[in-house]
Structures are given as C-alpha cells and as structure tokens.
C-alpha cells in the first residue's frame, strides 16, 4: 500500500534528456510548488552532461544507480519508444511510479510485461 505524499514535494527522475523531455521539465517547472527534479539519466554523456548543469540535479548514464541513489516517487520515460518497456520494469521493480511517453511499448507483450510488472510492485503507470 502507497501513502500520499502530504509533507514534501513528489520527486521526479527523468531518464532521456532529448526532443519530448523539453515538455516534462517545463512541467515540472510550472508546477515546482508540488514537484522537485531529484535526478536526470541519458545515455549520451553531452546531452546528459548540459542537462545536470541547466538542472542543478545529480546525472546518471545507467537507470538502475540512478533510481538506487535517488529513490524517486515518479520516473518520467522520455526515451526512444523500444526501451520503455526494460525501463517500466526496472522502475517498477525499484518501488518507482512509471510516467511513459506513447507509444508505451512498440510490441504487445513488452505494454503487457510493463503493466505486469507495474501491477505486481503495486505502483502505477501513466500513459
């Protein structure tokens, strides 16, 4: 069972820092008041680089350090649409809500085996 967050903001982790990422930071800008950026992950070392230093957050190259470290409420999945379904999972199994961009999988099973695992660590996913 989740308990609502009432006494500190909701923390956010981002992983893929590139094109649609832009929209989930500006919303989380606008809504600073209930959301904190606790850490950002991309696999290209420039791009993840000038985001930690825009950011003022802790960058990581691999998803499963960053959500150990961390421990964020919420992972926002901004990452090519073929590794959502790896991500989900490994937020899932990390105890971390899953926001994913569309498509959610580009394969049947791998939106089947995110919603699984999603349902068994008893977080949420938001498509």
């Not at 009432?6 to 959301?35: L, T, V, W």
């Not at 199994?93 to 394969?107: C, D, L, Q, S, Y």
Request: contains cysteine.
């Amino acid at each position: 069972m989740h308990i609502a967050i009432q006494d500190r903001k909701i923390h956010i982790a981002i992983i893929g820092c590139g094109r649609i990422s832009k929209n989930h930071f500006g919303s989380i800008e606008k809504h600073a008041e209930n959301f904190e950026l606790v850490a950002v992950c991309d696999s290209n070392a420039s791009t993840l680089k000038a985001h930690t230093e825009q950011y003022g957050v802790p960058g990581y190259a691999r998803l499963e350090e960053m959500l150990q470290t961390e421990k964020p409420d919420i992972l926002a999945i901004c990452t090519p649409s073929g590794l959502h379904a790896d991500q989900a999972v490994i937020a899932a199994r990390n105890g971390v809500h899953v926001i994913t961009e569309k498509p959610m999988a580009t394969r049947w099973q791998d939106g089947l085996r995110m919603v699984k695992a999603c349902d068994e660590a008893r977080v949420r996913m938001f498509v």
